[in-house]
């Protein structure tokens, strides 16, 4: 989870132009409807008017999806960076969360976990399994973005035009689907990345990379071995993004000066006719400043991994432990 929230303001950009577009082949829509029913009534003028905007909204639509490639492809970089920087910190957390409890303590907490990594394996020790989020990122952003945008989008309802007519409920069950999704890919990943984190020295080492830990864990347990720990992803993934959905955009909607709808929804009639010089409530929402934008996620991992941390500490143990230690997640619970 820590790798995709990195991404959120670029996710952001790209669903504000999903909404953009959406709107523009609403309006064209519209106009060429407008045109065919009122073709016999209009001069030759008109008509040519009418073909001059078709074509104008043809040019927006290609700008704003050469504009969205270039967004995906800058928060994926964005995200691949993301990882670079966290994965010595997701190290210590693995190390922490899978050493042996009985007896001696193998680390007494982070700074010490930090120091004695730094001993005995030097600086490439904090980077170890860094390769399979780096290729897992790629494909959950592109997950991400498919699966948040669908998902609002079926929500809306035939009379609304935008997301922000959605309530926060909407965007909590949106952001649990991204999870899921998300969840059914990180979870192998993670898998290949946790083996790899507690390999400590030459007597703890089983695997030589990311692509022999997945050769070895094949040949072991067939394509089932890299399921290992799945549905405990999903638990913790499910309600961990459906958190930080509904308190990123809780907190930019609170920020914008827009009306927070937990349970209800717009009601039909309920948004003012807009003046001349009045801001829409998507208008709102896209003047909040970028550092905002970042503070909002930020706040928003902060509550997902509130609510998720105690399963991640199981999920960790399952994937990392010796084959039939654990029957399953309650059994390493209790």
Same mark, same amino acid.
């Given at each position: ?24 082949? +609403? ?24 073909? =001059? ?7 927006? /639509? ?12 800058? @928060?994926?970089?964005?995200? !691949? ?10 190290? #210590? ?7 042996? /409890? ?11 976990? *930090? ?13 170890? +399994? ?16 498919? *699966?948040?945008? =669908? ?13 922000? &007519? $959605?309530? $926060? ?16 890919? =990180? ?5 290949? %990345?946790?083996? $790899? ?14 692509? &022999? ?12 071995? /890299?399921?290992?720990? !799945? ?10 993004? @459906? ?23 717009? %009601? ?8 001349? +010089?009045?801001?829409? &409530?998507?208008?709102? /929402?896209?003047?909040?400043?970028? !550092? ?6 930020? #706040? ?28 399953? !997640? ?5």
């Amino acid at each position: 989870m820590n790798e995709t929230t990195s991404n959120i303001f670029s996710q952001a950009l790209h669903t504000e132009i999903n909404n953009n577009n959406n709107k523009k082949h +609403g309006i064209h829509h519209e106009l060429v409807k407008e045109g065919e029913k009122n073709e016999g009534e209009l001069t030759s003028e008109e008509i040519e008017k009418l073909h =001059l905007d078709e074509e104008e909204e043809e040019e927006e /639509l290609e700008k704003d999806s050469y504009l969205a490639i270039k967004h995906f492809v800058a @928060g994926t970089f964005a995200g !691949m960076s993301g990882v670079f920087v966290g994965h010595p910190f997701d190290t #210590i957390k693995v190390r922490l969360q899978t050493q042996v /409890l009985h007896g001696k303590p193998q680390y007494r907490g982070a700074i010490h976990c *930090v120091t004695k990594t730094f001993r005995r394996e030097g600086f490439k020790g904090f980077y170890k +399994g860094l390769s399979a989020p780096l290729i897992g990122d790629s494909i959950t952003n592109s997950i991400i973005f498919g *699966v948040y945008g =669908l998902l609002r989008s079926s929500l809306l309802k035939p009379n609304e035009s935008d997301y922000t &007519d $959605l309530n $926060l409920l909407d965007i909590f069950i949106s952001g649990c689907g991204v999870g899921f999704a998300a969840g059914t890919i =990180l979870s192998p990943v993670e898998l290949i %990345k946790a083996k $790899l984190q507690i390999q400590t020295d030459a007597q703890h080492t089983k695997f030589n990379g990311p692509f &022999d830990c997945l050769s070895k864990i094949v040949k072991s347990r067939g394509i089932r071995g /890299l399921l290992l720990g !799945m549905h405990i992803t999903w638990i913790r993934d499910v309600p961990a993004f @459906g958190v930080y959905f509904l308190v990123y955009e809780g907190l930019r909607r609170y920020l914008s000066g827009v009306p927070l709808h937990f349970w209800t929804r717009t %009601k039909e009639g309920e948004k003012e006719e807009k003046g001349k +010089g009045e801001l829409t &409530d998507e208008d709102k /929402l896209n003047r909040l400043s970028n !550092m905002k934008q970042l503070a909002c996620g930020g #706040i928003g991992g902060i509550a997902a991994w509130v609510t998720s941390y105690p399963v991640d500490v199981v999920k960790s143990r399952v994937q990392t432990a010796e084959e039939g230690r654990f029957r399953g !997640m309650r059994d390493c619970i209790v």
